[in-house]
């Protein structure tokens, strides 16, 4: 199992994830949209920070890979802006469908902080997640996340509970 910058070699089964996500109708996270080109350009792009949309900040995205498949992304922002903070923070995860219920969400996160340790001049992070994402809550803890709050956020209309967490590197 390793974390590494999206690779061609495991986009079919990135794929795979993506109409896993859709076939469940799972909504909590959003994988890339392959329509819009190559993602591989627009990854590299977007952790360069180049032609990125107003309030967007650069990411840098990881995949967690395994026995030649994709097993979930990680996304790092290199910054906070307003919105991030409250919702979305420095770290955003997910897990394709088939592999939930067995710890990758925990492992990877924790990889993605040594990630962070090695690679930004970061203090703490925020990951935030939806109040009733108990799972996610769970993942968080577990790599040391402390919970700060819980803040109401409108998403597609729709009034939503954001739990925000901390996690100290």
């Known amino acids: ?85 409250r919702f979305g923070g420095h770290v955003g995860y997910a897990v394709r469908r088939s592999a939930w219920g067995k710890g990758y969400a925990t492992k990877m996160l924790s990889m993605a902080l040594d990630y962070v340790r090695d690679n930004f001049d970061f203090d703490k992070v925020l990951l935030t997640c939806n109040d009733d994402n108990y799972a996610s809550a769970k993942v968080i803890e577990k790599n040391g996340g402390i919970l700060q709050d819980k803040i109401k956020n409108v998403m597609g209309g729709k009034e939503i509970l954001t739990r925000r967490y901390w996690i100290k590197l």
């Open 1 to 85: 199992m390793e974390l590494i910058l999206p690779n061609r070699d495991y986009h079919a089964s990135y794929l795979e994830a993506i109409n896993e996500y859709k076939a469940n109708n799972v909504s909590v996270y959003n994988f890339y949209d392959n329509e819009k080109g190559d993602i591989f350009e627009e990854f590299e792009k977007g952790r360069l920070g180049i032609n990125l949309p107003e309030n967007y900040v650069p990411e840098t995205y990881l995949w967690l890979v395994e026995n030649g498949e994709f097993i979930g992304e990680i996304s790092i922002h290199h910054r906070l802006n307003e919105g991030l903070e």
